[in-house]
């Protein structure tokens, strides 16, 4: 590939800058609401303008590209604690008005966020988990790298909440990981209190635990008691979030419906070119499944991988309906069910309400 089409395919994974650089842009100019209205009516747009992922479409990186893509996330960190950093000291001048208009645009951007956090957490220098780990701290989840390891080595477990079960809502999936991610963490039994030499994962997540609590003594700093509600209130919409995402991933293609072929980790996939920059490639989520190691520059889009109907931000707030939820997404699980290797997809449209019954003639990937 020339060069120039490298550099071009390169400059696309930098739209993770924008959304915090709208959140900063919105409380400077007064227009709180400026990174959430941004993020839920232009982000999923975009997929009509950028394109789609091919199956294997997958660039050979020239060695100095890949070099600038490896190093993006740990400028997106430093990135991250400079926009909180100004955020912060504006609240500290005025006042704290549309307190809910920033605690979405806060919101948004603190949830993509995970997603760097995400792809740090998994590689394998040591600094680079680190540094995962404390961006998962100040986006409101610390216990991001705890249990999302664990997540990788039960796949397909229902019983345990890593996948959820067919018949479940989005909210009671949520709530039943949550409490059990949250009691495995800081319970009362929980190795987090043992004063003994902590392992890795324990060090972890007691270093995310410290820039959460970090995060919030400044935010109470900057706003009082203001400044910490919207700080807690934000996290735990980024971890209710975090959730809602999972249950998009996984659901239906758990142990309950795939019975012991669930335990290849199954996941549902998107291949919109802006989704996958933005989050890192996330969203070819069956791919990282396979190997969880290999960077997200360079993981492509499975060719016989079960395909969402629509993008994150929309099935995001679909997900919050069950019967709705049901009637979109399930067509498309016994489509993927009956032909594997002809996944269906929304193409560059915003999204793919599919019939009950989808012709097989219709089913090829656009």
């Known amino acids: ?63 100095d590209t890949a070099t600038v893509l490896d190093r993006l996330p740990i400028v997106y960190a ?3 604690v ?17 307190g809910l208009a920033v605690g979405l645009s806060l919101w948004v951007t603190l949830l993509f966020a995970t997603c760097v956090a995400h792809e740090l957490i998994h590689r394998q220098g040591a600094l ?24 990788h080595a039960r796949a397909g477990d229902t019983r345990r909440a890593e996948w959820p079960r067919v018949d479940e809502a989005a909210w009671c999936f949520a709530t039943r990981r949550l409490a059990r991610i949250v ?17 890795p994962a324990l060090r972890g997540v007691r270093l995310a635990t410290a820039m959460w609590m970090t995060t919030l003594l400044l935010f109470w700093h900057a706003a009082g008691l203001a400044g910490v509600m919207l700080y807690a209130v934000v996290s735990a919409a980024v971890a209710l979030g975090v959730q809602l995402i999972n249950y998009i991933q996984h659901w239906g293609l758990g142990d309950d419906r795939l019975g012991s072929r669930a335990a290849e980790g199954h996941a549902w996939e998107d291949d919109c070119r802006f989704q996958a920059w933005v989050t ?36 995001m707030v679909l997900c919050l309906f069950p019967a709705l939820w049901r009637r979109v997404m399930l067509p ?35």
């Open 332 to 366: 498309a699980l016994e489509h993927w069910e009956r032909h594997p290797q002809l996944p269906r997809s929304p193409g560059r449209r915003l999204h793919c309400f599919a019939p009950p019954h989808p012709s097989p003639m219709h089913s090829v990937n656009r």
């Open 78 to 80: 430093m990135l991250l």
């Open 1 to 63: 590939m020339d060069t120039w089409k490298q550099w071009a395919l390169a400059l696309g994974y930098t739209s993770i800058f924008v959304t915090p650089a709208l959140l900063l842009a919105g409380v400077w100019l007064d227009v709180p609401a400026l990174a959430f209205a941004a993020v839920m009516l232009v982000y999923p747009g975009l997929r009509c303008f950028v394109g789609c992922v091919r199956p294997g479409d997958t660039p050979l990186w020239r060695e």
């Open 183 to 199: 009691a495995g963490a800081y319970g009362s039994t929980s190795p987090f209190w043992n004063r003994r030499s902590p392992g």
């Open 128 to 151: 680079d988990r680190a540094l995962g780990q404390c961006v998962a701290g100040i986006a409101g989840y610390p216990v991001l790298g705890l249990e999302h390891l664990a997540h």
């Open 280 to 315: 890192l490639g996330i969203s070819l989520h069956r791919a990282h499944h396979r190997d969880i190691r290999r960077p997200y520059y360079r993981i492509a889009l499975e060719s016989d991988s079960p395909r969402l109907p629509a993008g994150y931000l929309v099935l």
């Open 82 to 98: 400079a926009v909180i950093g100004l955020m912060l000291r504006h609240l500290a001048a005025g006042n704290a008005l549309a």
